[in-house]
């Protein structure tokens, strides 16, 4: 789809949903549209069923957290026409207490899409019928791509053979080995060295040896 063509679709859809969308950008090419989370059904079903539009087709729903936000979630969603051959985004914000309508009415593909999204980043689709887990364990706890998800998660899994049963336990990570002392990978291949670093010492030819060893063989 050309420029000219893109920019005519952007000024067309905010001209007839002037009181529903906040805006549009062009990213890399693509029309982004920034909607209110409250009239996500409408804002879609018009792309869907206008003529100068016809996006029949919703490709993905996904989600980015920006916890530093008010509005800590960005919802997208994906469409494409095939009529018109081109793409489109529909970006809405929502909070961790927001309800954003469920589109499962216009889209039954959503319904897979919005449990990923909900089991991912915890954001409620109101009127989903059957909004669980479909990624995770369903005994899983709290929402892994969320930023403030720790890394390690809160439970482990496995299996016991005692019990003949999955048992969830508290993550228990002993890390003796992590003992970061800051010495980069690529001082055993090189003569350079930090300033500073006192833990290697460099031979004539280039080579690093262990200051331990090198008292040793002294």
């Excluded at 499962?104 to 954001?123: C, H, K, N, P, Q």
Aim: glycine share 6%; hydrophobic share 35%.
């Amino acid at each position: 789809m050309s420029g000219d063509a893109l920019k005519d679709l952007a000024d067309y859809v905010e001209e007839e949903l002037d009181n529903y969308v906040k805006g549009y950008v062009f990213i890399k090419n693509e029309l982004v549209i920034t909607a209110n989370f409250k009239d996500i059904v409408l804002v879609l079903s018009f792309l869907r069923d206008d003529k100068e539009c016809h996006f029949e087709i919703l490709s993905d729903i996904t989600a980015v957290d920006y916890p530093e936000r008010e509005m800590r979630f960005e919802v997208v969603y994906n469409l494409l026409s095939l009529r018109h051959n081109y793409r489109i985004r529909v970006k809405v914000h929502a909070s961790e207490d927001s309800f954003v309508p469920t589109v499962t009415e216009l889209y039954s593909v959503a319904g897979w899409f919005e449990r990923e999204v909900w089991d991912m980043y915890g954001i409620t689709f109101e009127g989903h019928e059957d909004l669980r887990r479909i990624l995770t364990d369903y005994g899983f706890e709290g929402h892994p791509q969320r930023k403030d998800f720790p890394l390690t998660g809160y439970v482990e899994v496995r299996y016991d053979d005692e019990q003949k049963r999955i048992v969830y336990e508290p993550v228990k990570l002993p890390q003796e080995f992590r003992n970061f002392d800051y010495l980069s990978p690529w001082e055993g291949m090189t003569s350079v060295q930090f300033s500073g670093d006192e833990k290697a010492a460099v031979q004539e030819h280039g080579c690093f040896i262990n200051k331990k060893t090198r008292e040793a063989e002294s």
